[in-house]
């Protein structure tokens, strides 16, 4: 019974050409981007993602240049997830702008800063896709019917793709989606999912727990104080046993690995490693968690 065994037919990604015809603001540092492919299949599942090449931009072009010697290497193309779901009309990612931490980030980010701040409607660019193995299996229904979404911050996005698919489909599954994000300010799709679990009480309960928010008027019994802890993910996972996690957010880097082994001193777990480890202290096998790390 293992996610990963999910046939997911490894298609070749395709380059498309596609047409940025909105940029809707979500938060104060996240957009949508809602790409027109001009008529190209989408034929993409929830929870892939596409790949965007920085050196195609010519406003990037110093900075790429730039980073790439300071780096000694030729920068990466950045993956997206889908935030929209195949049954949408609209193809749509979400960017978070990348923070730049004077003496703690080490080089400015190149291209979330630019999707998210560079007014693009109307500008072309090209996008690969659709990739990605963070999909639910054919026979999901077969192996649970509890999907458990635990996401932090941008993280939500292939999440939210599976959520609004799987609804879509009509799916036997329940779905809970539990959010750690800083603030309420912070909150990507709080509207949307707030009318998800409206329209579909009976399939679809929506948790979010805020680390640093200090309006108490926002806390209750749907939106906890803290992170996601252990206590919790015992209380809303009672079927540990069966459910199925699909886990996505920041998680240690490479660069934080290198550092940690020139200095010695351990890296710091980030969402990914800290609720991998409540969910192993559950008895939850890794079989029955997907994961996907940002960062
Ligand atoms: C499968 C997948 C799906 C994703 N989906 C989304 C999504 O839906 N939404 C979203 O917002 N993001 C998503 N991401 C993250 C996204 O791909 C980018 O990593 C993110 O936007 C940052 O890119 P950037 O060019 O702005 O920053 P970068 O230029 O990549 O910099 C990011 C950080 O890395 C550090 N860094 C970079 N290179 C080095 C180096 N050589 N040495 C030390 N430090 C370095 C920088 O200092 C900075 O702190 C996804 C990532 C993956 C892998």
């Given at each position: 019974?293992?996610?990963?065994?999910?046939?997911?037919?490894?298609?070749?990604?395709?380059?498309?050409?596609?047409?940025?015809?909105?940029v809707r603001r979500d938060t104060h540092d996240t957009v949508?981007?809602?790409?027109?492919?001009?008529?190209?299949?989408?034929?993409?599942?929830?929870?892939?993602?596409?790949?965007?090449?920085?050196?195609?931009?010519?406003?990037?072009?110093?900075?790429?240049?730039?980073?790439q010697e300071h780096k000694g290497r030729r920068e990466p193309i950045r993956s997206y997830s889908l935030a929209s779901a195949p049954h949408e009309?609209?193809?749509?990612?979400?960017?978070?702008?990348?923070?730049?931490?004077?003496?703690l980030t080490q080089y400015p980010p190149l291209l979330s800063p630019?999707?998210?701040?560079?007014?693009?409607?109307?500008?072309?660019?090209?996008?690969?896709?659709?990739?990605?193995?963070?999909?639910?299996?054919?026979?999901?229904t077969q192996r649970t019917d509890h999907l458990v979404h635990l996401v932090a911050g941008s993280g939500a996005v292939p999440n939210f793709s599976i959520l609004k698919d799987a609804l879509h489909r009509e799916l036997p599954l329940r779905h809970t989606f539990l959010f750690s994000n800083k603030t309420w300010g912070d909150i990507l799709y709080r509207d949307e999912l707030a009318a998800l679990e409206r329209a579909h009480p009976e399939r679809l309960r929506v948790v979010h727990t805020l680390t640093?928010?200090?309006?108490?008027s926002h806390f209750g019994p749907t939106v906890r104080k803290g992170r996601?802890?252990?206590?919790?993910?015992?209380?809303?996972?009672?079927?540990?046993?069966t459910c199925l996690?699909?886990?996505?957010?920041?998680?240690?880097?490479?660069?934080?690995?290198?550092?940690a082994?020139?200095?010695?001193?351990?890296?710091?777990?980030?969402f990914i490693e800290a609720v991998l480890g409540h969910l192993h202290a559950l008895g939850i096998p890794d079989k029955r968690i997907k994961r996907e790390t940002y960062g």
């Open positions: 019974m293992s996610v990963e065994a999910a046939p997911a037919r490894a298609k070749k990604p395709v380059e498309y050409e596609a047409t940025v015809t909105e949508t981007l809602f790409l027109d492919l001009e008529g190209a299949p989408r034929d993409y599942k929830a929870g892939q993602f596409l790949n965007i090449d920085p050196h195609q931009f010519p406003a990037l072009a110093r900075l790429c240049a730039y980073l009309p609209r193809l749509a990612i979400t960017v978070k702008d990348e923070e730049f931490i004077p003496g630019y999707l998210v701040h560079g007014h693009l409607v109307g500008t072309r660019m090209k996008v690969t896709g659709f990739l990605g193995p963070y999909v639910l299996p054919e026979d999901v640093r928010e200090t309006d108490a996601v802890g252990q206590a919790l993910l015992e209380e809303l996972l009672p079927d540990f046993e996690v699909y886990a996505c957010g920041p998680a240690i880097t490479p660069w934080d690995r290198r550092k082994l020139e200095t010695r001193t351990p890296a710091t777990p980030r």
